[in-house]
């Protein structure tokens, strides 16, 4: 092959990952938009224990460990609409250890080998822990999101939002792909 030819095939290969890479990011942003959503609207269904929710003017606060995307729209949001009538901060996260008053706790599918023990740090506190691998509701989770269909859904776990005295609403019940536990 002459030296045109291989240049030829190289810009042609290199402009191809280029496009493959332009799609791949368009639907990732798209993704990050809809679980931006789904962790919005997961907030505004459940309900905090009383001390929590009389932080009189203090920020709803939402940690992200390994999902800056999803920061990033909700970010976004949070510029926009409040939640529970609060001022939105969004905190991205190391790996180790969870800093204290969060409300809401999102571990992303890169950091699925650390979740356990991130989900241990906040096992005793009113945190909505929300994930997004196959399993973690076992691991400790209350809400897990999955892919099912090409579509992205979530399953809930009622023993877990129990233990951080955590009420989901019935109507975010109605609409999950699956309930772990008992519904009241």
């Not at 009538?85 to 809401?104: E, S």
């Amino acid at each position: 092959m002459n030296a045109a030819r291989r240049l030829a095939w190289m810009l042609a290969a290199m402009l191809w990952a280029a496009v493959a890479r332009a799609g791949d990011n368009a639907q990732t942003d798209a993704e990050n938009k809809i679980k931006a959503t789904y962790v919005y609207k997961f907030a505004s269904y459940v309900d905090w224990p009383p001390a929590e929710t009389a932080a009189g003017g203090a920020p709803f606060v939402i940690g992200i460990v390994d999902a800056d995307g999803l920061a990033e729209e909700l970010k976004k949001l949070s510029a926009v609409h409040p939640l529970k009538n609060r001022p939105v901060q969004v905190r991205l996260l190391a790996a180790g250890a969870v800093p204290p008053g969060l409300q809401l706790l999102y571990i992303g599918q890169g950091a699925a080998r650390r979740a356990r023990g991130l989900l241990d740090n906040v096992a005793a506190q009113p945190v909505l822990t929300v994930t997004e691998s196959a399993g973690l509701l076992a691991a400790g989770s209350v809400i897990n999101l999955v892919l099912v269909d090409e579509r992205i859904r979530f399953e809930v776990s009622l023993p877990q939002a129990e233990a951080r005295r955590l009420k989901i609403s019935s109507r975010l019940l109605d609409v999950a792909y699956r309930i772990e536990g008992k519904l009241p």
